[in-house]
């Protein structure tokens, strides 16, 4: 079976069918195939990591050592003791080394060619620019950035540099998930009626010293884990939200004085299509369930690093399970050396800060429907 991405009038999936188009996806050897195997007889594209914390010590950097079209070529960190733990496990070279105050002479290392951004949210924009001005294509983790006007200037630089700009929404990458937006945006039970999904998790005494709590650095829930449920309707669904309205609660009043710990909103989608979402750091959860006029849909779990499974009013949904970081990186690097558009660009991260905006402006209105921006 082949997933297959069907074309629609939105402004997003006119953005995102550009990419879909350009990569047929199949399911093969538990793998998923996005370019020609021709191409890997050209060299691999160098990849360095800034920021080695959890998610680049424990997942991407694993994940480079089974790239086909990628490797680890550099570090960017602030730590000289972690500049010697990841040198030695990693043989990466001391000129292929940086850290924040000598980053930009990054632009004169012929062996990287991407930066993949993996700091606080409050530095994406700054490191994509820097990035874009040295020369180098960028890879940043989600949420793209602070606000709309920061996702726009990120593009802004990038285009004006002529380096390409993806956002680690990973699950575009995994077959499961591809799967379900396959379902929703070709309407295989008919149309999309409602969306419930949510994705959260418990944060212990031991986080409460982290940038998830700094409302200057970009914490909160909706900023971490709920940029997910958020995507995930959008992508399900094909098109862009007309509205959204959301609420925030805390149980820890003391420690979430500055950011949310548990938002739930709630987005209109044109034909009558509604999604009810939650996000939180208050409990374990990640699922997403579509019905529609003639059935159902969903994954449960449907945005953890393994695991990814579904069922649906027909039947079980169960592709097989691949390394999501090796995909997406892998892809991202055949984009940038083929020239072809990123099937998560800059764009897709902007679409859903243009609700997270809606969202706040909501929060601040106690909860009242706010009327969503319509263009990029």
Not at 220 to 239: C, F, H, S
Not at 281 to 302: D, M, Q, V
Not at 347 to 353: A, I, R, S, T, Y
Request: charged share 25%.
């Amino acid at each position: 079976m082949k997933n297959k991405y069907i074309k629609s009038n939105s402004r997003r999936n006119f953005v995102k069918n550009i990419s879909l188009g350009a990569f047929g996806i199949a399911l093969t050897s538990g793998s998923v195939a996005c370019y020609n195997q021709s191409d890997r007889s050209k060299r691999k594209l160098g990849i360095a990591l800034i920021g080695l914390g959890y998610y680049s010590t424990d997942l991407l950097a694993p994940a480079l050592l089974e790239t086909k079209e990628t490797y680890l070529a550099g570090i960017v960190t602030g730590s000289p003791e972690k500049e010697k733990i990841w040198a030695e496990k990693y043989n990466i070279p001391e000129k292929n080394i940086y850290n924040y105050e000598n980053f930009d002479s990054i632009k004169n290392n012929e062996d990287i060619d991407i930066v993949y951004i993996v700091l606080p949210n409050s530095l994406h924009k700054e490191y994509t620019v820097r990035a874009a001005e040295a020369g180098k294509h960028v890879l940043c983790e989600k949420p793209m950035a602070l606000n709309t006007q920061e996702c726009r200037d990120m593009i802004e630089v990038c285009n004006k540099n002529n380096v390409k700009l993806s956002i680690g929404y990973r699950m575009h990458f995994e077959p499961n998930t591809q799967e379900i937006i396959r379902m929703g945006q070709e309407k295989v039970f008919g149309e999309v009626r409602q969306v419930t999904g949510g994705a959260g998790f418990t944060m212990p005494d031991s986080l409460y010293d982290n940038w998830r709590l700094s409302k200057a650095m970009g914490g909160g829930a909706m900023m971490d884990m709920g940029v997910y449920p958020l995507n995930a309707a959008r992508y399900i669904t094909g098109l862009e939200p007309v509205s959204v309205s959301a609420q925030q609660f805390a149980t820890r009043s003391e420690v979430f004085h500055e950011v949310d710990e548990i938002t739930t909103f709630q987005l209109e989608f044109p034909n009558g299509i509604i999604a009810n979402l939650i996000t939180s750091f208050h409990a374990n959860y990640g699922y997403i369930r579509a019905t529609s006029e003639k059935g159902w849909f969903g994954l449960e779990p449907f945005q953890a690093y393994g695991g990814i499974k579904g069922n649906s009013s027909q039947g079980p949904i169960a592709y097989p399970q691949i390394n999501q970081q090796a995909a997406q990186m892998d892809e991202v690097a055949v984009c940038i050396r083929e020239n072809k558009p990123m099937r998560v660009p800059g764009e897709e991260g902007l679409l859903d800060m243009i609700v997270v905006d809606g969202i706040r402006e909501s929060w601040a209105r106690n909860g009242e429907k706010v009327m969503l921006e319509r263009s990029l």
